[in-house]
């Protein structure tokens, strides 16, 4: 079903004169606090040029929703106007239907680009790049090329990186930025600039953040992506790769509280959605914590002969859990960075189970001051086996706070190694998986000191 207005709807008048000669980010920003139809029909009265800009900006909020919301004979002009790559994100937040009534307005030749992007899955270096890049063939001259950088400069991504290509092949020779261009004259051979090395460049299905990595460690402004045969399929931008990142270091911080990942600001997201995003975890989350209760009720006799061990099982689960989502977060962030691979998760419990130890030893020897001075000045009596009931306090908490280190550092390679996000491994899941295993630790640790005494 058509799903295109024919016509923009009503428009406010006042936003629309505050907004008509703004710059396209301060545009972005005020129609991102508006609702979508108000925003939708701003858009359409703007003029076609400030129009695709503004769609141009990956700030924009529901762009998708947006673009459905102009009027149909504008829908192929705003596409065909925007950045190849930028116009894939945007159809990319629809669905399958929207997206293919979309592209019936856009003629041939700007269709088929925007289609290949789509194909490449979300995420790689493929649905990043743009298409539209300079190349030129390897026997030309610099006075050529700049003739011809100012002849398609207006309908490229940028023109700061010169793709020097083999005229029979296609393939990718050297790549020449533009200030060794300017530097050479203009009868000079364009490959006598060029730098011997062979050009750095990534496949379409690289994950974005070793392209990000990539051009980190390389300084670059922008990286090639080439095909087996090693013909450029398209560039991805050093702004691109900003823009993804962004888009994923705010999904993680999502993931690290137990929320799906969210793409749209707080304030304009739906009731549907919210309650979407943020139930599933949650119940997830919940049934792991009714194995924390099996736990408690497996250990009911042991809890009935000496009750005074229940007052510190919040305090031995939240140290078991914060440990855990400590390695979790330190972990999570340097498998993102590169600084460790799949193959280092040994060297990694190495390292965390003697830091877990001495962690653990630090706030278990807090407990046990905690508790002494308690029992020494008469706040609360811990009865006539308050010593062992401290030392069973502190030999738990080094046993649950090392398990908790452990357990948060493997988690990630485990998730990794299994193909999804390791930022899945967040706070909250990390601290329901050491919750059920701290309170078996503990009470384990608590039949050891304790039998012949208390239980």
Do not use: M
């Given at each position: 079903m058509e799903n295109t207005r024919t016509a923009p709807g009503a428009v406010d008048l006042a936003l629309f004169v505050d907004l008509f000669d703004a710059h396209?980010?301060?545009?972005?920003?005020?129609?991102?606090?508006?609702?979508?139809?108000t925003a939708a029909a701003v858009l359409a009265h703007l003029p076609l040029e400030r129009a695709i800009d503004t769609f141009d900006r990956p700030e924009l909020s529901r762009a998708g929703a947006l673009?459905?919301?102009q009027p149909a004979g504008r829908i192929g002009e705003i596409l065909k106007g925007m950045a190849d790559d930028r116009a894939a994100d945007v159809l990319r937040e629809l669905d399958g239907e929207d997206r293919s009534q979309l592209l019936r307005h856009v003629d041939f030749d700007s269709a088929w680009p925007l289609k290949r992007l789509l194909a490449y899955p979300e995420g790689t270096a493929g649905s990043l790049m743009s298409t539209e890049f300079v190349a030129v063939p390897a026997g030309y001259t610099v006075g050529e090329t700049l003739r011809h950088i100012r002849e398609v400069e207006r309908s490229r991504e940028t023109v700061y990186a010169i793709h020097v290509l083999d005229p029979e092949t296609r393939a990718l020779v050297r790549v020449v930025t533009l200030r060794q261009l300017i530097t050479g004259e203009a009868g000079d051979a364009i490959l006598d600039l060029a730098p011997e090395r062979e050009p750095i460049t990534v496949h379409a299905d690289m994950d974005r953040e070793d392209v990000a990595r990539l051009i980190s460690i390389h300084d670059l402004l922008s990286v090639p992506v080439v095909n087996a045969k090693g013909q450029v399929l398209g560039i991805v931008t050093v702004d691109d790769v900003i823009d993804a990142i962004l888009a994923e270091g705010?999904?993680?911080v999502q993931k690290f509280g137990g929320v799906e990942g969210a793409t749209e600001p707080y304030l304009t997201t739906g009731f549907a959605a919210m309650y979407r995003k943020r139930v599933g975890w949650l119940c997830a989350l919940f049934i792991g914590e009714m194995l924390t209760a099996s736990a408690m009720q497996h250990f009911e006799d042991e809890l009935a002969k000496a009750v005074v061990l229940t007052l510190f099982i919040p305090l031995i689960m939240s140290s078991g859990g914060n440990s855990g989502s400590q390695a979790t977060s330190l972990l999570i962030r340097a498998l993102a960075l590169g600084q460790i691979r799949l193959r280092d998760w040994w060297r990694v419990a190495l390292?965390?189970?003697p830091v877990g130890i001495a962690l653990g030893a630090s706030l278990g020897a807090i407990g046990l001051l905690r508790i002494t001075a308690?029992?020494?000045?008469?706040?609360?009596?811990?009865?006539?086996h308050w010593q062992l009931i401290a030392l069973t306090v502190?030999?738990?908490?080094?046993?649950?706070?090392t398990f908790g280190s452990l357990a948060g550092s493997m988690l990630p390679f485990l998730l990794?190694?299994?193909g999804f996000d390791p930022a899945s491994a967040s706070a909250p899941f990390v601290a329901t998986l050491v919750d059920v295993t701290g309170l078996v630790i503990y009470f384990s640790v608590a039949l050891l000191i304790l039998r012949g005494t208390l239980l």
């Open positions: 396209a980010a301060d545009i972005v920003t005020r129609l991102n606090e508006e609702d979508a139809d673009l459905q919301g705010s999904e993680d390292r965390e189970v308690w029992q020494q000045f008469g706040i609360f009596d811990y009865g006539p502190g030999v738990g908490l080094i046993g649950i706070v990794k190694r299994l």
